[in-house]
């Protein structure tokens, strides 16, 4: 075998991006990449749940506000129906969402991040180790 044939296998984090918005969606993807994540984009939670299912990201960036259920709907079923909870959910959402999501109890996502905040964002890619704190159990 010459020094050509060797191939390196990098290990990558697999990430899922769901939004409806094919803007946000492809931003937020290519942030991801550009940390050395192998990413999948959706933009139907169905689709999510079903790759989801198949390839178990370890994050997810997941719109709250999506077509039929919202962010925190498709992360109760992530939790709770597939047992998910090897990977780390954030929601990506709106300026006006913040009330509702600062409300919430953090039961079945990891944190939030609104869309636009790049720099917040970048913040949870850099600091993300894979590994999803739990603390408590879920019922």
Same mark, same amino acid.
């Given at each position: 075998?010459?020094?050509? @044939?060797?191939?390196?296998? /990098?290990? +990558? #984090?697999?990430?899922?991006?769901? @939004? ?5 969606? #492809? =931003? !937020? ?9 192998? $990413? ?7 689709? &999510? ?14 719109? /709250? ?9 498709? &992360?109760?079923?992530?939790?709770? !129906? ?11 959402? $709106? /300026?006006?969402? $913040?009330? =509702? %999501?600062?409300? %919430?109890?953090? +039961?079945?996502? @990891? ?5 636009? @905040?790049?720099? +917040? =964002?970048?913040?949870? =890619? +850099?600091?993300?180790?894979? %590994?999803?704190?739990? $603390?408590?159990?879920?019922?």
């Amino acid at each position: 075998m010459s020094q050509n @044939d060797v191939k390196i296998y /990098q290990f +990558k #984090q697999k990430a899922m991006v769901v @939004d409806d918005d094919a803007v946000s969606r #492809q =931003l !937020v993807s290519c942030l991801l990449k550009k940390h050395g994540y192998t $990413t999948l984009e959706t933009s139907r939670y169905e689709e &999510a749940i079903r790759s989801y299912i198949a390839l178990k990201p370890r994050l997810i960036i997941l719109d /709250q506000n999506l077509e039929s259920l919202s962010g925190l709907e498709v &992360a109760f079923f992530i939790r709770r !129906v597939t047992g998910g909870n090897h990977c780390s959910i954030y929601l990506h959402t $709106t /300026q006006n969402e $913040t009330e =509702l %999501i600062d409300n %919430i109890n953090y +039961k079945y996502i @990891d944190g939030y991040v609104q869309k636009g @905040d790049i720099e +917040k =964002l970048c913040h949870i =890619l +850099k600091n993300y180790r894979g %590994i999803r704190e739990v $603390t408590t159990m879920r019922d």
